[in-house]
T-cell receptor
Framework: AQSVTQLGSHVSVSEGALVLLRCNYSSSVPPYLFWYVQYPNQGLQLLLKYTSAATLVKGINGFEAEFKKSETSFHLTKPSAHMSDAAEYFCAVNIAGGTSYGKLTFGQGTILTVHP | GAVVSQHPSRVICKSGTSVKIECRSLDFQATTMFWYRQFPKQSLMLMATSNEGSKATYEQGVEKDKFLINHASLTLSTLTVTSAHPEDSSFYIC????????????FGPGTRLTVL
């Protein structure tokens, strides 16, 4: 079974400050990991994905995440927050090559607030 | 590329009526699509996996007779909420997988269903 835990349902930062959104996963086999962003009343947009290549993954809008197998973590970071980054962020896991092809398990989500 | 659309974006209906939601992959063929529902301030919950030309696979606890899924072509899946009740009010989101794309799902913009 696979699962995802996002630590902190709400994160608040000042504009220009570091953004750190935490995600830990549980999977019995090598996972694919994803970060999605959701703006109010909209679908999900992919920020970045880990697919067993480089452990440091760079995504859109200046976000990046590092896969750490020893810590079973895939935290999302951005060096300098922008007001437009305010949204809800979801971490998701899918078992690589598993029989449950493509099925994603989502974390609970983290709402990011950016203060001027 | 990899754009997924949903129609309608918003629907209000009376209790007891049926509502159909369409999910289309606009620029790619999707052998597999997924349907999620999202309650306010909650994460996405997978309802079912829709495979072209075969019966949908429902997650535990999802009533297959209430949430009818049809995936008649490689670019269209429909979700019909039958005999809708107020508790079915939710945000419904579909996604589609690009074949060979590391199980990456592309999400539609969502449909807001309100049952009066």
């Amino acid at each position: 079974a696979q699962s995802v835990t996002q630590l902190g349902s709400h994160v608040s930062v000042s504009e220009g400050a570091l953004v750190l959104l935490r995600c830990n996963y549980s999977s019995s086999v090598p996972p694919y990991l994803f970060w999605y962003v959701q703006y109010p009343n909209q679908g999900l947009q992919l920020l970045l994905k880990y697919t067993s290549a480089a452990t440091l993954v760079k995504g859109i809008n200046g976000f990046e995440a590092e896969f750490k197998k020893s810590e079973t973590s895939f935290h999302l970071t951005k060096p300098s927050a922008h007001m437009s980054d305010a949204a809800e962020y979801f971490c998701a896991v899918n078992i690589a090559g598993g029989t449950s092809y493509g099925k994603l398990t989502f974390g609970q989500g983290t709402i990011l607030t950016v203060h001027p | 590329g990899a754009v997924v659309s949903q129609h309608p974006s918003r629907v209000i209906c009376k209790s007891g009526t049926s509502v159909k939601i369409e999910c289309r992959s606009l620029d790619f063929q999707a052998t597999t699509m997924f349907w999620y529902r999202q309650f306010p301030k909650q994460s996405l919950m997978l309802m079912a996996t829709s495979n072209e030309g075969s019966k949908a696979t429902y997650e535990q606890g999802v009533e297959k007779d209430k949430f009818l899924i049809n995936h008649a072509s490689l670019t269209l899946s429909t979700l019909t909420v039958t005999s809708a009740h107020p508790e079915d009010s939710s945000f419904y989101i579909c996604s589609a997988i690009v074949a060979g794309g590391y199980n990456e799902q592309f999400f539609g913009p969502g449909t807001r269903l309100t049952v009066l």
